[in-house]
């Protein structure tokens, strides 16, 4: 407040805190002339301090300090010419506070009344205010009895001939000041006693006086207004119709009463009227201390001095002379403060400063105030029986004319002296001194009023004795400095006490006096008012008349000492007292004044803000307040400790209290619970008991006449069941012998028929079976040829390496391994073959069994079709009773419907009734939670809101945490001299120093030997990791590769048992897989020892010059590794290529459950028509099984035996799995009739069951029991259907995913499958190798990367990217994406350290990139749009199925599946709130200095606002040198954030929140800036601001963001603007703004019409009146007391879930994100 423009509340709000932080009295001197303002600022200082302070109790101090003003205004303050609202007297009102700072109470002091005013006012001038309020009031009912009248009735209110002051209301102001009297505790009573004593002065001022003679007069008989006088004041007319026309004279021996003349009566009643009047004034004075006296004991005060201003006038009296005495005294006394004593004190202090000159008016207070001074001459003057005011003029001119410079004697006067005070030359007219300064009124007009009936009006006059005492004071510690002298009606010898002697002007040089050692004691703060013009005109400035009065004042010499000064001081003990807490334990030294400078060094960078003294530290503006905020934070740290401790305790001790009282609630609660229940049961088990003996009686003799029907119709039906039973039995006897003899002959038919068959399968089986044997040798063939071709350059170096040791070993070794190849072979073919016909031996027994087992099964399913048969027939009976029971139900059921007709007529009805029930209902529901909902939004945003504050506390405090941390890094990590750093590999690769332990011991030794040259030479070094890291990583592919192999060879020997029925060619098959892997094994070998010998010979050589990377080694090493990798890829994906084709291969041997496959066999086999291709087949078939020729030739030399022995096999297993399917399949139909007997025998018993029970019922419960029945049944059904529905559905969803997955191998293998191939196309055309496909990566959406590499992942894709490159090529939120799939990875890795370490880095590092560029726009927008992807990925693929809805089935395959990331969730959503506040920061920053120039101050309708309003100062802009903004300006500027974030990917609806803030931001500044600058009030101004919001508006519909809100956000300046333009004259315009500004507070509606300035003589100011009727009209509405607009509020942001349809496997990481180190997965 203090850097804005000088205004009254920066003063009041210094003292307030120097009060505060001092501990020392303060005191405000409002100074200035007559109409400069000074009383309105005093009043605005008190209400500041109410406002700010608040009372200590519940009795509304501060609001009866602020209603004191009314009526000291009331009985005051009067017009004259130079003021409409004039302070005649001075008050200083000292406002106390407690210990808190609180206001307790006030305490008011007056001084010098200007009483004259009550019986006499100058032209253009009123009485005081409070007597035009009675006469405005008079037709008030309460008035009546006090018969006033108009202002202009009465001789004491028109005089000055202007009863009315333009734009003031007297009545409404009457009414003020009688709330405000009720307020500070002066009740009806009394506020009726005091306008009766003031009615009675203004009739007082009526009473008129008939001249008798000269020296004599008299008032006319019952004249009226004497007579309303001596009502209202409650005394005999007589007397004071005497008195005041007659004095009473005492000499020493008599006592004599003397009429007076007309002039000197006039002159007593006037006298009278004053001295009343100012009785009265003390009175209420006093009543309103008694109701500011507060019981508290009072700590300190503030206090506020409101005096006269310096007066001249025309005519210029003893009451000017007063007034400008008190302000020369004034003047001096701030020349003392700011001059003399701050000058001395840096001199004492020895501080370097220049002496600043400054007038002096010590001369002009020694000329009134000195001995033989003018006040001195005046009261010896007084004290002479015959002094008149021109012999006192001629003392002045003998005493002071020639010896005195400021003394002057006008030129055409001789009644008259100018003195020339600080302020201007002053010419005072003698006439009427010594009369205002004696005061005199006569005894007894004062007795006659004493003996008044009236009790009030005795009380003023009670303590007239104590009262006239000078030095007296109130109990309010006021002192009277107004008082009046009573004559005495008889001189007493022996009393002439000093309190008689002691004039006006004496009391008042006394009362001054006190008043300056008051504000000597206390720490003054000075207002000085300046007076635009003296003419009481509205926005006229005149320039000379303003300067006149800074320089009289001393201002501009204030202004050079404050620029230079230090005007805060502090001893160096209090400062260290203060600011101990901002010491730390070690910095406080003995030495006070050394601890202290060391303090101020540290805290104040720049030394010229201080300077040190001997005994104190003297500070230049704001220094203080600065280390008073550093204070404040400390402190408030500290209480933020403390109340979090206690707030817990006491949380704590109120949950275990409410917990307690919980317990004991729930205890007898339970135990009342518990006894209701056993009551229950009791009743219950006693009811049970009867009803079991009741119904067991009835139910007894209904069964024993069920029973003796039932056994007489059991006799006859099992006689009948048993006859049937025989016959049936008869006849299928018979049939069985006759199908005995029938199937012995199909048997033997059917036996030379598959002999037939078996023939020509055995033949085509051979054919089909040799040429894929055929074509796997030709695969295979082709395959080692292209592995011998890619590998060539390997192969070449290594036989190079070997060929001197295999050419002597050769022989030997060839020799040595054909014997014993044979041996083995020999031995293997022979068990091989043993164990075959055993196996042979075995199935042949185990045939003859099955066929055995299955004529055993035909039987029984021939006995069971037989029962079934029997409960079909049974089953037909009971469906033909139930249909004629079902047509008598009909019939009951339609009778029922007839029923059911009506009766639904009468619901249908009663449906109606509730449902308009309902709907009434329904309808306030839905208000109710329309308000209800509204309010939780609001509670909502509110929390939100807080809680974002919050956040935006803990991450400021975080980022100081920070840079508080670095400081401390840096002080305490100084480098050592001599240290040096050491190389990143060392750490990075020091896992690495080991081999695998696929190594032998004999390769790591001459490694561990070498390793003494790794120090010699780092180059060989970091190579030598290089090889061999990626030796670890070929070798751990390899192991892996071996391992899964011999898991499938695993499987495949634990299933050779249960796959007995395959052919042999599956051993084959297995042996050709293992051949393919040996030669892999074999290959990788040769490999990693030639890598082990290249390895050898670069640690040999240790020359730089053969490992540098540009050396030739260095390349054939790069180029064989590289090699070798693609070679080993090369055979991962062959392996696995095979691994299909075997697969496919198997499936398509394995034989069929049908038929089908023994006729494509019988057809292959027709086809093979000569020889030729048999004998070629078993040539293929020869060759493939190279290994057992031998046993071949052992058995038969032709080999037809063999194929005998194959083909027998082959159709055994073909029997076996026919046989094998029929049981299955007799096995499930059998299964499933023992379940539908099972399932028809349960329901014929439940049918008997129904029947027996419903033949015992009546005929109504009959037909209600199987109606009943009949629903149980239906819905069972039905629930079974919608279960069988529910699991259909389930599969077809299974099976369509399956297909899906299936049609996808599908497509990724050959089109051509070998089973498609007919025996002709093989023939005709030649037989070709199969192709193995390099087949595309199925990469998953995943990123992998080394542990090692997650700084270098930061630093590259977060530290060091550049947002405006990743924008404008890459695709939005890319980093977010690699981000999400790095987290993927490391999910489906299980690896929960990695997943929190990369998470927490990223955070970190996306902290780190705003806090070193958070003031750039693109950064900032940049990373709001990822933390928010990175964020939606997170929820996305979560696996919660309210993120899953709008996924795609591949996207829901890439949730995460092993880590719950919910509180990370928290934390980047928490991140992106941050980023967000910081956004809005930087957004404010830029657009401040754009707002006001292009909003308020260019004029985008150009000659629409070019004149100024009159009287009103240019504003400079404050970006003069860059050039005035323009609207376009703030468009172009929106245009850029708004692509930029577009640019960036950011969502939708967070585009739309920045751009609502962005819009409060400017309106809420305009509006403020609006409502602080006058000049900007007009009806031209309101239609540019219009004109502009139009723009802004135009521009949201270009952008489609109408829906935003931010409109909404610019309603408070749209409604100013209109405020602007609208008519303000009668009630219809009143009631027309009050409806059409209901954005805008009542403070901000009043203010803006108060500012509203025309620009030309068409329009007009707005009348107060309308402004009070618009304040009237709108204070029912609760608005904020608030004027200006929260700019930095911030509304409370929301991140809405916005799924991403981009596929993760399909994004590509660009090489210039620098991220070659992370493989997709």
């Known amino acids: 407040m203090g850097d804005m423009d000088p205004h009254i509340f920066a003063v009041a709000e210094e003292a307030y805190k120097q009060m505060a932080r001092d501990e020392r009295n303060q005191s405000i001197i409002v100074s200035g002339e007559s109409g400069a303002g000074k009383t309105v600022s005093a009043k605005y200082a008190m209400r500041y301090f109410a406002t700010v302070s608040g009372s200590a109790s519940e009795a509304n101090v501060e609001e009866k300090v602020l209603a004191s003003n009314p009526i000291m205004e009331s009985i005051g303050n009067a017009k004259t010419t130079r003021n409409d609202n004039s302070s005649r007297f001075g008050k200083y009102i000292e406002i106390g506070f407690d210990k808190r700072y609180r206001i307790i109470g006030a305490n008011m002091r007056t001084y010098l009344l200007e009483k004259s005013r009550v019986v006499f006012q100058a032209e253009e001038e009123r009485n005081y205010h409070i007597f035009y309020q009675l006469c405005a009031s008079a037709a008030l009912p309460e008035f009546k009895t006090l018969r006033l009248g108009n202002a202009n009735y009465f001789h004491y209110t028109k005089q000055g001939g202007s009863p009315v002051i333009d734009g003031i209301d007297d009545a409404k102001e009457m009414v003020h000041t009688r709330q405000a009297c009720s307020l500070l505790g002066i009740n009806d009573s009394h506020q009726m006693g005091i306008f009766r004593i003031l009615a009675g002065i203004l009739h007082l001022g009526n009473v008129g006086f008939t001249s008798r003679d000269a020296d004599s007069c008299t008032i006319p008989h019952k004249h009226e207004p004497l007579t309303i006088f001596c009502d209202l004041m409650g005394v005999e007319y007589q007397e004071m119709s005497h008195w005041l026309c007659h004095r009473k004279l005492a000499t020493a021996s008599e006592t004599y009463i003397k009429p007076i003349s007309k002039l000197q009566a006039i002159n007593a009643r006037d006298a009278l009227a004053k001295h009343i009047y100012a009785k009265l004034f003390n009175w209420i004075v006093d009543h309103v201390n008694k109701a500011l006296h507060s019981t508290v004991k009072q700590h300190s005060f503030i206090g506020v001095l409101d005096i006269y201003g310096f007066e001249t006038f025309e005519i210029n009296s003893f009451e000017q002379f007063c007034i400008n005495y008190a302000n020369e005294k004034l003047q001096q006394q701030f020349n003392m403060h700011v001059f003399k004593l701050e000058q001395e004190e840096y001199m004492k202090e020895q501080i370097p400063w220049t002496l600043i000159d400054f007038y002096d008016n010590q001369p002009c207070i020694n000329l009134i105030e000195a001995k033989l001074g003018i006040l001195d001459l005046l009261d010896e003057e007084c004290k002479m029986p015959k002094g008149s005011d021109d012999s006192w003029a001629q003392k002045l001119y003998n005493t002071h004319l020639k010896k005195c410079a400021l003394f002057e004697k006008p030129r055409m006067s001789n009644k008259a002296f100018i003195i020339q005070h600080f302020a201007d030359k002053v010419e005072y007219q003698c006439e009427g001194f010594l009369e205002k300064n004696k005061d005199t009124v006569y005894e007894e007009q004062i007795k006659v009023l004493k003996s008044s009936k009236f009790k009030m009006l005795s009380e003023l006059f009670r303590d007239e004795e104590k009262a006239l005492s000078p030095t007296s004071a109130t109990p309010s510690g006021r002192t009277l400095l107004s008082r009046t002298a009573v004559k005495p009606a008889k001189a007493r010898p022996g009393q002439a006490s000093k309190e008689h002697k002691k004039t006006v002007g004496h009391q008042f040089r006394n009362s001054l006096h006190l008043l300056m050692e008051t504000l000597n004691a206390t720490t003054p703060h000075y207002v000085r008012c300046i007076k635009p013009n003296d003419f009481k005109f509205p926005f006229t400035f005149d320039e000379k008349r303003a300067v006149q009065q800074l320089r009289a004042c001393g201002v501009l010499e204030t202004i050079r000492i404050s620029a230079a000064g230090f005007p805060s001081r502090w001893t160096y003990q209090e400062f260290f007292s203060r600011y101990r807490v901002l010491m730390k334990q070690k910095d406080v030294l003995s030495d006070r004044k050394q601890t202290c400078k060391n303090l101020l060094e540290k805290l104040i960078l720049d030394k010229d803000k201080y300077?040190?003294?001997?005994?104190?530290?003297?500070?230049?503006?704001?220094?203080?307040?600065?280390?008073?905020?550093?204070?404040?934070?400390?402190?408030?740290?500290?209480?933020?400790?403390?109340?979090?401790?206690?707030?817990?305790w006491l949380m704590r001790k109120k949950y275990l209290r409410m917990r307690k009282a919980a317990i004991t609630i729930q205890r007898y609660v339970r135990g009342y619970q518990a006894r209701c229940y056993a009551k229950f049961l009791r009743r219950t088990r006693a009811a049970i008991l009867i009803q079991k003996f009741q119904r067991m009686y009835v139910v007894r003799k209904r069964y024993h006449l069920m029973r003796a029907a039932t056994i007489v119709l059991q006799s006859l039906l099992r006689g009948y069941i048993a006859r049937n039973k025989y016959q049936r039995m008869l006849r299928e006897h018979k049939a069985i012998i006759i199908q005995k003899h029938v199937r012995g002959w199909l048997a033997r038919v059917r036996y030379r028929r598959s002999l037939k068959a078996i023939v020509y399968l055995q033949c085509c089986y051979r054919r089909m079976m040799a040429k894929r044997e055929l074509k796997k040798l030709k695969i295979e063939a082709r395959s080692v040829e292209r592995y011998k071709k890619l590998n060539i350059g390997m192969e070449n170096k290594i036989m190079q390496l070997q060929r001197k040791v295999d050419e002597q070993n050769k022989d030997y070794k060839s020799l040595l391994e054909k014997l014993t190849n044979l041996e083995t072979t020999y031995n293997t073919e022979n068990e091989k073959l043993r164990s075959d016909v055993e196996r042979l031996r075995m199935s042949e027994e185990e045939a003859k069994n099955a066929t055995n087992r299955v004529n055993m099964l035909q039987e029984e399913i021939t006995k069971l079709r037989k029962e079934l048969h029997q409960t079909q027939s049974e089953k037909k009976t009971i469906e033909e009773w139930a249909d004629k029971y079902k047509q008598q139900t009909e019939q009951l059921v339609s009778e029922l419907k007839e029923q059911n007709t009506s009766l639904k007529k009468e619901k249908e009805e009663l449906n109606r009734r509730i449902h308009d029930q309902a709907k009434e209902m329904t309808e306030t529901m839905e208000k109710k939670l329309v308000e209800e909902t509204k309010q939780l939004e609001l509670d909502l945003n509110d929390e939100r809101?807080?809680?974002?504050?919050?956040?935006?506390?803990?991450?400021?405090?975080?980022?100081?945490?920070?840079?508080?941390?670095?400081?401390?890094?840096?002080?305490?990590?100084?480098?050592?001299?001599?240290?040096?750093?050491?190389?990143?590999?060392?750490?990075?690769?020091?896992?690495?120093?080991?081999?695998?332990?696929?190594?032998?011991?004999?390769?790591?030794?001459?490694?561990?030997?070498?390793?003494?040259?790794?120090?010699?030479?780092?180059?060989?070094?970091?190579?030598?990791?290089?090889?061999?890291?990626?030796?670890?990583?070929?070798?751990?592919?390899?192991?892996?590769?071996?391992?899964?192999?011999?898991?499938?060879?695993?499987?495949?020997?634990?299933?050779?048992?249960?796959?007995?029925?395959?052919?042999?060619?599956?051993?084959?098959e297995l042996e050709y897989e293992s051949l393919k892997r040996q030669e892999l094994e074999s290959e990788n070998k040769k490999l990693k020892n030639e890598l082990n010998e290249l390895q050898k010979a670069l640690l040999e050589k240790s020359s730089p010059e053969v490992t540098a990377p540009g050396a030739p080694a260095y390349r054939v090493l790069l180029d064989q590794l590289t090699s070798v990798s693609e070679e080993l890829d090369v055979r991962k994906e062959e392996v696995l290529i095979l691994r299909s084709q075997l697969v496919s291969q198997k499936e398509a041997i394995q034989p069929k459950n049908t038929m089908t496959d023994s006729t494509i066999l019988l057809e292959d086999v027709q086809k093979m028509k000569d020889k030729g291709e048999i004998a070629q087949a078993y040539i293929g078939l020869k060759e493939t099984n190279r290994q057992s020729l031998q046993d071949y030739h052992m058995l038969n030399e032709d080999g037809e035996l063999w194929l005998v022995y194959e083909g027998l096999k082959q159709t055994n297993r073909l029997l076996e799995s026919q046989l094998q399917s029929q049981k299955k399949s007799h096995d499930n139909e059998l299964e499933a009739l023992r379940g539908e007997i099972q399932s028809l025998k349960e329901e014929n018993n439940r049918q008997q069951q129904l029947l027996a029970q419903n033949l015992q019922l009546p005929p109504e419960a009959r037909i209600e029991a199987s109606l009943q029945h009949e629903i149980t049944r239906l819905t069972n059904e039905n629930l079974d259907l919608m279960e069988q529905l529910e699991k259909q559905d389930k599969t077809v969803r299974k099976l369509k995913k399956q297909l899906k997955v299936f049609a996808k191998k599908i497509g990724e293998l050959e089109v051509g499958q070998m089973e498609n191939i007919s025996p002709g196309q093989i023939i005709d055309e030649p037989i070709r190798p199969v192709n193995i496909p390099r087949k595309e990566k199925d990469f998953q959406g995943m990123l992998d990367y080394k542990k090692d590499d997650e700084p270098k992942l930061v630093k590259n894709l977060i530290l060091d990217l550049k947002p405006r490159g990743v924008a404008v090529n890459l695709?939005?939120?890319?980093?977010?994406?690699?981000?999400?799939?790095?987290?993927?990875?490391?999910?489906?890795?299980?690896?929960?350290?990695?997943?929190?370490?990369?998470?927490?880095?990223?955070?970190?590092?996306?902290?780190?990139?705003?806090?070193?560029?958070?003031?750039?726009?693109?950064?900032?927008?940049?990373?709001?749009?990822?933390?928010?992807?990175?964020?939606?990925?997170?929820?996305?693929?979560?696996?919660?199925?309210?993120?899953?809805?709008?996924?795609?089935?591949?996207?829901?395959?890439?949730?995460?599946?092993?880590?719950?990331?919910?509180?990370?969730?928290?934390?980047?959503?928490?991140?992106?709130?941050?980023?967000?506040?910081?956004?809005?920061?930087?957004?404010?920053?830029?657009?401040?200095?754009?707002?006001?120039?292009?909003?308020?101050?260019?004029?985008?309708?150009?000659?629409?606002?070019?004149?100024?309003?009159?009287?009103?100062?240019?504003?400079?802009?404050?970006?003069?040198?860059?050039?005035?903004?323009?609207?376009?300006?703030?468009?172009?500027?929106?245009?850029?954030?708004?692509?930029?974030?577009?640019?960036?990917?950011?969502?939708?609806?967070?585009?739309?929140?920045?751009?609502?803030?962005?819009?409060?931001?400017?309106?809420?500044?305009?509006?403020?800036?609006?409502?602080?600058?006058?000049?900007?009030?007009?009806?031209?101004?309101?239609?540019?601001?219009?004109?502009?919001?139009?723009?802004?508006?135009?521009?949201?519909?270009?952008?489609?963001?109408?829906?935003?809100?931010?409109?909404?956000?610019?309603?408070?300046?749209?409604?100013?603007?209109?405020?602007?333009?609208?008519?303000?004259?009668?009630?219809?315009?009143?009631?027309?703004?009050?409806?059409?500004?209901?954005?805008?507070?009542?403070?901000?509606?009043?203010?803006?019409?108060?500012?509203?300035?025309?620009?030309?003589?068409?329009?007009?100011?707005?009348?107060?009146?309308?402004?009070?009727?618009?304040?009237?009209?709108?204070?029912?509405?609760?608005?904020?007391?608030?004027?200006?607009?929260?700019?930095?509020?911030?509304?409370?942001?929301?991140?809405?879930?916005?799924?991403?349809?981009?596929?993760?496997?399909?994004?590509?990481?660009?090489?210039?994100?620098?991220?070659?180190?992370?493989?997709?997965?």
Not at 1465 to 1479: E, P
């Open 611 to 648: 300077q040190f003294g001997k005994t104190k530290i003297f500070f230049r503006a704001g220094q203080v307040a600065y280390l008073e905020k550093i204070r404040a934070d400390k402190l408030r740290v500290a209480c933020i400790r403390i109340q979090k401790t206690i707030r817990g």
């Open 945 to 1068: 809101l807080r809680y974002q504050n919050l956040l935006n506390e803990f991450s400021r405090l975080e980022e100081r945490y920070e840079d508080l941390k670095d400081e401390v890094n840096l002080m305490v990590s100084i480098p050592k001299p001599g240290h040096k750093r050491t190389d990143s590999t060392h750490s990075s690769n020091e896992s690495e120093y080991t081999f695998s332990s696929e190594i032998t011991e004999t390769e790591d030794l001459p490694l561990r030997m070498e390793e003494p040259s790794e120090k010699k030479a780092p180059l060989d070094m970091s190579l030598f990791l290089k090889l061999q890291k990626r030796v670890t990583e070929l070798e751990q592919e390899k192991q892996s590769l071996q391992d899964e192999l011999d898991r499938k060879e695993e499987q495949a020997l634990r299933t050779k048992t249960r796959e007995e029925e395959r052919p042999p060619m599956r051993g084959a």
């Open 1371 to 1721: 695709i939005p939120g890319l980093p977010a994406y690699i981000l999400f799939m790095c987290v993927r990875h490391a999910d489906y890795l299980n690896d929960d350290q990695k997943v929190r370490s990369l998470l927490t880095s990223t955070i970190n590092g996306i902290k780190k990139v705003l806090k070193k560029r958070g003031d750039d726009f693109e950064t900032v927008s940049f990373w709001l749009s990822n933390t928010c992807r990175f964020l939606h990925c997170l929820k996305q693929y979560s696996g919660e199925e309210g993120f899953m809805k709008h996924n795609t089935p591949r996207q829901n395959e890439h949730c995460l599946t092993n880590f719950d990331l919910a509180e990370y969730r928290q934390v980047l959503s928490d991140l992106a709130i941050q980023i967000y506040q910081q956004l809005v920061r930087v957004l404010e920053n830029i657009l401040q200095p754009m707002i006001v120039s292009g909003m308020l101050e260019h004029e985008t309708i150009q000659g629409v606002s070019g004149v100024k309003p009159p009287g009103l100062r240019k504003r400079t802009s404050s970006i003069a040198d860059e050039g005035t903004y323009t609207l376009d300006s703030i468009i172009r500027q929106l245009n850029t954030f708004h692509s930029v974030m577009c640019q960036h990917g950011m969502d939708p609806e967070l585009i739309k929140q920045v751009v609502k803030q962005t819009f409060y931001i400017t309106g809420a500044v305009t509006l403020n800036n609006l409502l602080l600058r006058k000049d900007m009030c007009s009806w031209s101004k309101g239609m540019q601001i219009r004109y502009n919001v139009s723009q802004l508006e135009e521009w949201l519909r270009d952008k489609n963001l109408m829906n935003s809100g931010a409109k909404e956000t610019l309603e408070p300046l749209i409604q100013a603007a209109q405020l602007l333009q609208v008519k303000k004259k009668t009630d219809e315009d009143a009631e027309a703004i009050c409806s059409m500004c209901n954005a805008l507070t009542t403070a901000q509606i009043v203010k803006v019409l108060n500012l509203y300035t025309p620009v030309n003589e068409f329009e007009e100011r707005v009348s107060i009146s309308f402004i009070r009727t618009i304040q009237m009209r709108l204070r029912d509405r609760k608005d904020s007391p608030q004027l200006l607009m929260d700019a930095k509020h911030i509304f409370p942001v929301t991140f809405p879930f916005n799924p991403s349809s981009l596929a993760l496997e399909t994004i590509q990481i660009p090489a210039s994100l620098g991220l070659a180190f992370i493989s997709r997965v």
